[in-house]
């Protein structure tokens, strides 16, 4: 979701033999303010100097080939990488000095700490890399050499700038790359196999990459009566579907922001669903009958989110999850279920404990009937190379089948 508010940038550049100062519009994906210091790069410049003008704060406007840009950028990774990796080898052997008792290096760090500088180091490697700049112009079209079409994934992701006032903007590469990105899910979806369909995720929308929860709803025996339900959160509208499909007679779907309601929308018109309303709601929704069943995947992390597009992994506080739990009893009808989707990485992480759960489901008069298990299968949790290893290993997600006490 991009700043409300309409920001600018400017920058002095030579035209024509004369030095002007040239306004753009300023956009952010993550919400970036708008750089205060920017200069002209091209072709000649080189990696290692655009590296330490972008470590230095400043941005860099691109003047060059466009795919010579994507070159830069990959560049620009490959020197953070080396730079984060003598980093972690420092800190780490830091720490087994302070502990030499330490059965390995990796136990001599707390692992929250392990965890919020691996947060440090990517919200570093982002502003970084958002340092390379380039310029569209009022309907999204790039004036460098070997340039794409990019108006379309723009439009979709941005929205229409002012064609009246030959509002051009400046964004970052690689805020670019990510709407070119998805554009591209868009279009070609996110295949969900044990339903046999796609799920098409808009610019914005968490996209539904990890779905090993599905079997898990799948599984769930539903409650005897299930006229009504409620899908918090709704994001792609996955889990509405699924509910849908199960023979849930009225779903009824929130979410707060207007970007996972369209596309939630998208997916229910592709699917040929007449069962599922749309609410746009901070959890639940208002004026509905009372739910039978209520469905809720909240983000698994409790931290402080950096980026709008960060919200659907990270909840600050548990806010999210606290709130559902604490609305529930007057959400649900008397026999009502809550299936709560959520893995216990947190746990292990060392950011939240299984008796704060347990906690949080008592104090909300809440018991747990049953609860289904199911281990990850992505990537992450089999790289034993990365430092959260031992927590990403040994994750498990649940569905907390919840009902009244």
Not at 30 to 55: F, G, M, Q, W
Not at 240 to 266: F, H, K, W, Y
Not at 301 to 324: C, F, H, I, Q, T
Request: hydrophobic letters at 40%.
């Amino acid at each position: 979701m991009l700043q409300t508010e309409k920001q600018y940038v400017q920058w002095l550049e030579n035209k024509n033999g004369s030095e002007s100062l040239y306004t753009a519009r300023w956009l952010s994906a993550s919400n970036h303010t708008p750089p205060a210091r920017i200069v002209l790069v091209d072709d000649k410049t080189t990696a290692d100097e655009a590296y330490r003008l972008a470590c230095e704060g400043t941005s860099l406007l691109w003047r060059g080939d466009f795919h010579n840009a994507r070159q830069l950028l990959q560049a620009l990774k490959r020197r953070i990488e080396r730079t984060n990796e003598r980093s972690q080898q420092r800190k780490m052997k830091k720490a087994a000095k302070a502990n030499e008792s330490a059965k390995s290096t990796t136990d001599s760090v707390a692992i929250p700490n392990l965890f919020h500088q691996q947060r440090q180091i990517q919200a570093q490697r982002s502003r970084i890399l958002s340092r390379l700049l380039l310029e569209l112009d009022a309907d999204y079209v790039s004036k460098l050499r070997r340039a794409p079409d990019v108006s379309a994934a723009c439009m979709a992701a941005f929205g229409q700038l002012d064609k009246a006032m030959d509002e051009s903007c400046v964004l970052s590469f690689r805020d670019l790359q990510g709407a070119l990105g998805a554009a591209q899910w868009r279009e070609k979806g996110v295949p969900i196999e044990s339903l046999g369909i796609s799920i098409y995720p808009h610019y914005g929308v968490f996209a539904p990459t990890r779905h090993e929860y599905v079997q898990l709803l799948l599984d769930a025996p539903l409650p005897a009566v299930n006229d009504i339900a409620y899908d918090i959160g709704t994001g792609t509208g996955l889990l509405a579907i699924i509910l849908a499909q199960r023979g849930i007679n009225q779903v009824i779907a929130t979410d707060l922001n207007p970007s996972a309601l369209a596309c939630a929308n998208e997916n229910f018109t592709r699917q040929g669903l007449s069962n599922v309303q749309l609410q746009q709601a901070d959890l639940y929704p208002t004026d509905a009958p009372l739910a039978n069943l209520i469905v809720c995947n909240p983000p698994w992390l409790p931290a402080k989110p950096s980026s709008p597009l960060e919200y659907a992994v990270y909840d600050a506080n548990s806010a999210m999850l606290r709130g559902l739990l604490q609305g529930a009893q007057q959400h649900l009808a008397e026999q009502g279920k809550v299936w709560l989707i959520l893995s216990d990485l947190a746990e292990h992480l060392q950011l939240r404990t299984r008796d704060d759960l347990l906690g949080w489901f008592a104090d909300s008069d809440l018991a747990v009937k049953y609860r289904l298990d199911t281990k990850p299968k992505h990537g992450r949790s089999q790289d034993d190379t990365d430092p959260l290893f031992a927590a990403r290993s040994a994750e498990v997600t649940s569905l907390w089948c919840l009902q009244r006490i």
